[in-house]
DNA sequence: GACCTTTGTTCGCTCATCGGCGAAACCGGG
DNA sequence: CCCGGTTTCGCCGATGAGCGAACAAAGGTC
C-alpha cells in the first residue's frame, strides 16, 4: 500500500525537496496540525535524519527554526563502472559530493577483481573524509550493460564477460546496493540536477556506442527487461553498407558512434580510432572531424525526431564522449529534429549538452542510492525502529 | 498527497479489481483489523459502491459473505469520436456493456453538433436500459486528434475543424467528463481487457493514418505536450519520393497508411480509395492487395522495430481498419520487429492483434470514465461525503 | 514599554483503530 | 441428532495518534 498521508516519510521529503524549510510551512502543505508536524520532525530528529539550525527570517512575528536534512553521519556512494575506468563519488545526504576518484579498471576482470576495487575505494574514500564504514547507507552504481533491476544482476552484458546473472548487491552485504546501467543513472543524474521541473526527459549518450536513458512522469523507464533505451541499434536510413557488430546493418551505432566516425576519418586519409581521437581533431580544428561530426548529428536526429514523436519529451539531453564537442553535434541534431518531427511535439522541447559533464553517471547512482534511502517508505521503517 | 493505506478508496480497489471478494480477503491484503475492514465495507455499501451477494463456499467454517461492485444505479459511457462516425456505449461499474449505438457523423461539423448528438444518444441509451440521466457518473471520450488531457481540449486537431481549444467537459454540466486521443483509449483498453499483466503495452492503430497509444507501467503515457504516439509521421527508410500531408516525405503513414496502399494498389491497375476497400480485396483474394499490405506491415514494422529498442514494451497490440486482414499485416511486422530489434527486448514480446475490435476505442473511454470515478481519491469523497 | 504577529510546545479531548469475546453459520464425526 | 472444530462477523472496551486550544517564546512596531 501507498504510505499515509503526512508520514515522517512524506514530512522528510518535503524538507529535503527544499519545499519546506520551517514547521510552519510543512503544517501549511501536509495540513497537519502544528503539534502533529513538532512529533514528526522530532521523531526524525531523534534518529538523525534532520538538524535544526538557526532562527530564519521574522515576518514580523517569532522567527521560524529552519529545518534542514542531517547530512552528516550518512553518506552514499555513486559508483560508475565504464569499460576500461571505474569512479566512486562519495556523497552527502543532499547530493553533494563529498570525494571522489577515478581509476583505469577493465570490467572485463570480472565482479570479483572489479568489485573488490570499488570496495577498497569506497574506505579509501570514507577514511579521507573522516567517516566509518558503518555510516554508508546506500551504494549506487551505474554499469555499462543491461541489467535487472530489482536483483541487481547483469543480463547478458555484451561488453562485461562473467558478469552475467552476478548478483552484484550481495558483494556489499549490510548495505543497500541499486544497481543500473549507466545511461539510465545519467539521464536521473542529469534530470534531478539540472531540469528538476522536465517531468519527461530522454538523455542521449554517444560514445563508442549510443545509448537513451528514459525519464518518464519523472521517474527511470526501464522497460518489461530492462532493456529500455537501446537505441544504438535503431535503423537509419541510407546506410546499409555499414555493418554493426550486433549482426545487423546500418544501425545507428555503427554509423554516428564515435568508432564509427573514427573509422571514416581513417578512411578519408586522417588516422583515428576512438571517439576521443575525433573530438582531438575537431578541437584542433580539423575540417573533415567537425563535418563528420556534423553528420553523425544529423543521423542521430534522425533517430531522435522520430522518437520525440512517440515519446513527446520536454528535453533532450546529449552526453557522452562526443559531446564534448557539442557545438557541432548539437547543430546536426537539432537540424533533423526540428525538420522531421510535429510542431507540437518540438514547440516546447529543449535540445541541450549535458551539464554534469563527466561526474553524470557517478552522480546519477548516488541520486539513485540517496532516493532510495530517502523514500517515505524507507524512511517510515527508520524511524518506527 | 497520496491517499492513506486501507482508505475506503483502497478497499474498494481491491474488490473492484478482484483481489478479494470477502471480508477476511480483505483484512488479510490491507493488515487491517476484521473491525476496521467491516467499518470501511459498511461505508461503502451504505453509499451503493459495493453490494454483498449471498454465501459463498465454506473452506471449514462459516461461510464468508460475497462482497462485489454494486453496479446497479450507476452508469458510464464511453464514446468514441471518429472523422466519420460516432460510437456510444453504456457501461456499468465492472465494465459491462449495457447497451450501444454507432451512427454516421461528419465531426468537421463541429463540436456544437456532434457533442448534442452524443447528448441525446445518451438520453436513449440510458432510457432504454430504464436508468435515469442522474445515474451517470462519468463520460469518456476518444477523439481523433490530440488534446491537453487535464482540460479536455483539442490541441489544433488536423481533422476536427472547428474543435481547436473547445472545452468538451462543459458541454456535460455536472458529470465529470475525461477526453483523450483516440489511439490512447484504444491502448488502455485494450491493456485492462486483454493484457492485465502488463505493465508496458504499445497499442498501434493502422487505418488512414497510424497512430500509437502508449501504457508505460500500467499507466497512459501522453508525454509534455500529450502528443505522444503520433508515429505516422516517422520517417520510413527508401521512400523518399512518398510526400506526406504533412509536408515531409518518407513518412510512415504516407507509405503503409489505409490511403497509401490504396493509392499504390489504383497505380498497379486495381482501384481502391479506402483501408475498407483494401481489406475487401485482401479477403476477396487479391494477391496484388495481399502483398501490399504485407508490404505495408514490413514498413509499420521497420518504425516498430526500433520504438521496440527504445520502449522495451510486453506487448505490442496491432488494430485499426488494415488489422481486419491482420494475419498478413502481422506477417510483415513480425518479420521485421524480429530481424531488427535486439534479442533482449523480442524474448518475451508479444505482438497480436486487438481482441475489443469495434467497441476497442469506446470501451477503453468507459473504462477511463469508470477508473476516474472508482479511483481511491473520488471514492474517499464520496465516502466522507 | 505596550501590543501585535508568528512560532513552537504542552496538554486534555476526540475519534479511529485494535483486538478480544461471543454469536452465527457450516462441517464432520460419533 | 448432537457436539466440538472452524471460520466469519458484529460488539465493545482499551489504546493511541492526531487535533486544537491555550500558553510560552521571540521578535517587530509604534
Redesign the interface.
Known amino acids: 500500500?501507498?504510505?499515509?498521508?503526512?508520514s515522517p516519510g512524506?514530512v522528510l521529503t518535503l524538507i529535503g525537496a527544499g519545499s519546506a524549510t520551517t514547521r510552519s510551512d510543512l503544517a501549511r502543505l501536509?495540513?497537519l496540525a502544528r503539534s502533529t508536524i513538532s512529533q514528526r520532525v522530532d521523531a526524525l530528529i531523534e534518529c538523525g535524519l534532520v538538524e535544526e539550525t538557526e532562527n530564519g527570517e521574522s515576518t514580523g512575528g517569532r522567527p521560524p527554526r529552519q529545518l534542514r536534512l542531517h547530512t552528516d553521519g550518512h553518506a552514499f556512494a555513486g559508483v560508475d563502472l565504464g569499460a576500461t575506468h571505474c569512479r566512486v563519488v562519495l556523497m552527502d545526504m543532499s547530493g553533494g559530493v563529498l570525494a571522489e576518484c577515478e581509476d583505469p579498471l577493465l570490467v572485463a576482470e570480472g565482479p570479483e577483481v572489479v568489485l573488490g576495487h570499488v570496495d577498497e575505494r569506497l574506505d579509501r574514500l570514507l577514511a579521507e573524509t573522516g567517516r566509518p564504514r558503518a555510516a554508508l547507507r546506500a551504494i549506487g552504481m551505474g554499469v555499462p550493460g543491461?541489467v535487472e533491476f530489482a536483483t541487481g544482476r547483469p543480463?547478458?552484458p555484451p561488453i562485461m564477460p562473467g558478469w552475467n546473472d552476478y548478483p552484484i548487491p550481495e558483494h556489499f552485504a549490510g548495505c543497500a546496493v541499486l544497481v543500473d546501467n549507466d545511461v539510465n543513472v545519467m539521464a536521473l543524474g542529469e534530470q534531478r540536477n539540472a531540469f528538476p521541473g522536465?517531468?519527461?526527459l530522454l538523455f542521449v549518450k554517444i560514445g563508442t556506442g549510443i545509448g537513451?536513458g528514459?525519464v518518464?512522469?519523472g521517474?527511470l523507464?526501464?522497460?518489461?527487461?530492462?532493456?529500455?533505451?537501446?537505441?544504438g541499434?535503431?535503423?537509419?536510413?541510407?546506410h546499409e553498407d555499414a555493418g554493426c557488430r550486433?549482426g545487423?546493418s546500418?544501425c545507428l551505432e555503427a554509423v554516428a558512434g564515435g568508432a564509427a566516425v573514427a573509422r571514416r576519418l581513417t578512411e578519408l586519409g586522417t588516422p583515428a580510432e576512438t571517439g576521443a581521437d575525433v573530438v582531438a581533431l575537431v578541437q584542433a580544428g580539423n575540417t573533415q572531424a567537425l563535418r563528420l561530426v556534423r553528420e553523425a548529428g544529423r543521423l542521430v536526429g534522425?533517430?531522435l525526431?522520430?522518437?520525440v514523436?512517440?515519446?513527446?519529451?520536454?528535453v533532450i539531453v546529449i552526453g557522452g564522449a562526443l559531446s564534448r564537442v557539442h557545438e557541432h553535434l548539437l547543430a546536426g541534431i537539432k537540424e533533423t529534429v526540428y525538420?522531421?518531427?510535429?510542431p507540437?511535439?518540438t514547440?516546447?522541447?529543449s535540445i541541450v549538452p549535458s551539464r554534469t559533464g563527466v561526474n553524470a553517471a557517478a552522480l546519477g547512482a548516488g541520486i539513485l542510492a540517496i532516493e532510495h534511502y530517502l523514500s517515505p517508505d524507507n524512511v517510515n521503517r527508520l524511524v518506527t525502529a
Open positions: 500500500m501507498t504510505p499515509a498521508p503526512g512524506d501536509t495540513g543491461p543480463n547478458n522536465a517531468r519527461h537513451c528514459i518518464a512522469e521517474r523507464h526501464r522497460g518489461a527487461q530492462g532493456s529500455a533505451g537501446d537505441i541499434h535503431i535503423r537509419v536510413s541510407g550486433c545487423n546500418a534522425e533517430v525526431a522520430g522518437l514523436n512517440f515519446f513527446n519529451p520536454e525538420r522531421r518531427s510535429l507540437l511535439a514547440h516546447h522541447l
